[in-house]
């Protein structure tokens, strides 16, 4: 094959003559060009025409790697197990999500016990042809009977909320459209639920548009959506979010008011019962506040205002009285949930999780001993039920759902197989020291005696913002690496919130420079600890994530031997015009505030390629349908990309049509996606590049 081929250079992208100008801290004018900005259209004639012919030249060369068909066939044996999601109750009912093993989309089932036996409630992979409308959420009114789902399409954010008879299983015929970012919060009597909706966008704007003006809507089960309530909108706020709750006891509407990304809110409250003004017990963005429970008045309050790495607040409503439950401790703080004999707090303790009982005055009960290293990845609980249920999971151990006992003891309500002998591997835990001296934890998941000799293909994985926090989770497709001798990696990088809302902070705004020196950090470890070297080095990220590693190889292309972009953010100067992109801006900053222009082009991505680089290989993935990271960022990079690569590494671009930003994608798809993208690691880490 030649090299032509492998690194694109015959596949010539029309450059346009854009300039933007934007004006610097220093009042300068700074004019900035955008050759790509044609593909920004992503229903244009030139831009499908771009993308069948990238898609064309990257399956020539994926098809031509040996290991291709070898993962395909793999990972679709080890996918091929049973995965019983963690049950619920509501009424005398309990339902779950379930996946038998390689059906497209999983299902919904309902039982009388949480041990079964269990049948289907809703099976999505009906819902279309092709496996990409998926359920997003179930929610199940507080008697069990009425189910309201919501259904994606195409990997696509927007949401269509239908509600379903759970004895019945007949749908009322009157669905909801245009939600977005939104759950369905059930009334206590079960005759409606409220709902966060956009208007319906312009025509041709739904993927592309941006999303502002959002409503809080109250939707009663039989009557159209044209008859919605309207409980909260706020046009002189246009970046204002609203979410529902209502208390356990059915006695109050809460309602939390964001403000884009940004982990700080609002929290109103009023009685049910009144329909009157809400009480602003929160009336401005100082710190982030969710409610956990509450007795009668008394709100139980998860916050980390005056505490980064939170504590447990109980508030009353009546009277503004308000008092410590659970103080701020030394792990940070990520969620608590009510239950009958008090509070249930989950922490972080270096990136894993610690489970811990106590009573209702804060005072430990003790510890639950969770089955190893890893993660919580769901927690059911009602503070008026004494049955808990939980997941946990581990780099090497699939989801199992639990029962906590009142005793404190974990029983099993399930016992996944899965053709794959973990015993052979082992995680441990390094730390590396950032460039200003932070430590910055990492997980090596690897054959047990691995040689640090410098010669395992590794592949580095990390996000780094908007709080999210990469605690132990089990993935399929690093089943596969495993086996062929390669080595995972998991970094833990500031602007996530592993250790509070201070390390989040520190990847922030300004500081944004933190996480890719972190991430840098960590792939110089590896190396100067022998588990790799360069050339059998990769990189991954998605989303934030993307920008991440887009971030780090424009800075330190002869540090890594390949590229996985997912989905990324490469255009800081533009992402906020599109769709949710502007609820970003607590992270990142934007271009238009002369301040943060010249942070953001420092680093960004698809402004700092430079012609006549050589750069590691690289594979860009994204989806047509992707509207959160619209896929133009991926577009612009690429094409920008190709046209620098001054080295023979192959740059592609592989685009999912009818696929989004990744929530919902069908298991066809994803078997595919992640065989092409071991299969370009194989080829390119396990020996060294000629040439």
């Known amino acids: ?29 700074v004019r900035v060009p955008d050759p790509y900005r044609w593909l920004e259209d992503p229903d244009s004639p030139q831009t499908r025409a771009w993308v069948a012919a990238q898609n064309a030249v990257t399956d020539v060369v994926l098809d031509a790697l040996p290991a291709r068909t070898r993962y395909r066939e793999r990972l679709t044996e080890l996918w091929n197990y049973a995965r019983e999601g963690v049950p619920w109750r509501r009424g005398a009912r309990y339902f ?21 036996p269990w049948r289907t409630l809703l099976d999505p992979n009906t819902l279309s042809e092709d496996g990409t409308a998926s359920l997003l959420s179930a929610s199940v009114s507080r008697d069990g009977a009425r189910v309201a789902y919501g259904v994606q399409q195409g990997g696509s954010d927007w949401i269509t909320w239908h509600v379903r008879d759970v004895v019945s299983g007949e749908d009322d015929p009157h669905a909801v459209e245009w939600s977005k970012f939104s759950g369905a919060t059930w009334s206590p009597d079960g005759l409606g639920f409220y709902y966060g909706a956009y208007d319906a966008p312009p025509e041709g704007a739904a993927l592309t ?45 809460l309602v939390v008011v964001s403000r884009g990304t940004e982990p700080k809110n609002l929290l109103w409250v009023r009685p049910l019962a009144s329909g009157g003004p809400f009480t602003e017990l929160v009336p401005d963005f100082r710190a982030a506040y969710d409610v956990v429970g509450n007795d009668g008045p008394t709100l139980y309050v998860r916050t980390d205002e005056d505490a980064p790495r939170g504590r447990v607040l109980a508030w009353n409503v009546a009277t503004g009285e308000r008092y410590e439950v659970i103080p701020e401790g030394q792990d940070a703080l990520e969620a608590v949930h009510a239950v009958p004999e008090g509070l249930l707090s989950l922490t972080l303790r270096d990136a894993s999780h610690r489970l811990t009982r106590h009573d209702r005055s804060g005072a430990v009960i003790g510890e639950v001993a969770l089955p190893g290293l890893g993660s919580v990845t769901e927690l059911n609980a009602r503070q008026d039920d004494p049955e808990v249920f939980l997941g946990f999971t581990s780099f090497l151990s699939p989801g199992t759902a639990y029962c906590l006992r009142p005793d404190g003891d974990l029983e099993a309500l399930s016992t996944p197989t899965i053709e794959f002998d973990a015993s052979a591997y082992e995680v441990t835990q390094e730390f590396a020291t950032s460039k200003d001296g932070t430590r910055i934890p990492m997980f090596i998941v690897a054959r047990r005696g691995l040689a640090r000799n410098g010669q395992n293909a590794t592949l580095l994985y990390g996000y780094g913002g908007f709080t999210v926090s990469l605690t132990p989770s089990f993935s399929v497709g690093r089943l596969a690496w495993l086996e062929r001798g390669g080595v995972a990696v998991v970094a833990n990088l500031r602007g996530g919130s592993e250790y509070g809302e201070d390390w989040h902070l520190a990847g922030t705004l300004e500081r944004k420079q933190n996480v890719f020196d972190d991430f840098i950090a960590c792939a110089e470890h590896l190396i100067s600890t022998g588990i790799t070297s360069s050339v059998h080095l990769g990189i991954q990220g998605g989303s934030n994530g993307g920008l991440l590693v887009g971030a780090a190889m424009t800075q330190r292309p002869e540090l890594f031997g390949a590229v996985i972009a997912q989905v990324g953010v490469m255009d800081m100067l533009r992402y906020q015009h599109f769709t949710i992109g502007w609820a970003w801006a607590s992270d990142y900053g934007r271009s238009d505030d002369p301040e943060m222009f010249r942070t953001l082009l420092a680093y960004s991505p698809l402004h700092n390629l430079r012609e006549g680089t050589a750069y590691p290989a690289t594979l860009v993935t994204t989806g047509d349908h992707d509207d959160r990271v619209v896929p133009a960022h991926s577009y612009k990079f690429a094409a920008q990309l190709q046209r620098d690569q001054a080295g023979t590494e192959p740059v592609l671009i592989r685009i999912e049509t009818r696929g989004g930003h990744g929530a919902g994608k069908p298991t066809s798809l994803v078997i595919a996606e992640a065989a092409d993208i071991w299969a370009f690691l194989d080829a390119r880490l396990r020996t060294a590049p000629t040439g």
């Open 1 to 29: 094959m030649s090299p032509d081929l492998l690194n694109g250079r015959y596949l010539e992208s029309p450059r346009g003559d854009h300039v933007d100008v934007y004006t610097d801290e220093h009042g300068q004018q």
């Open 96 to 116: 779950r999500s379930f996946n038998p093993g390689l059906l497209n989309q999983p299902l919904l089932e309902v039982a009388e016990s949480p041990r079964g």
């Open 209 to 253: 548009g941006a999303n502002r003006n959002y409503r809080l809507m109250f939707h009663a089960v039989g009557t159209p959506q044209a008859q919605d309530q309207l409980i909260i909108a706020r046009p002189d706020e246009p970046d204002w979010r609203f979410s529902a709750g209502v208390t356990e006891d059915g006695e109050y509407l």
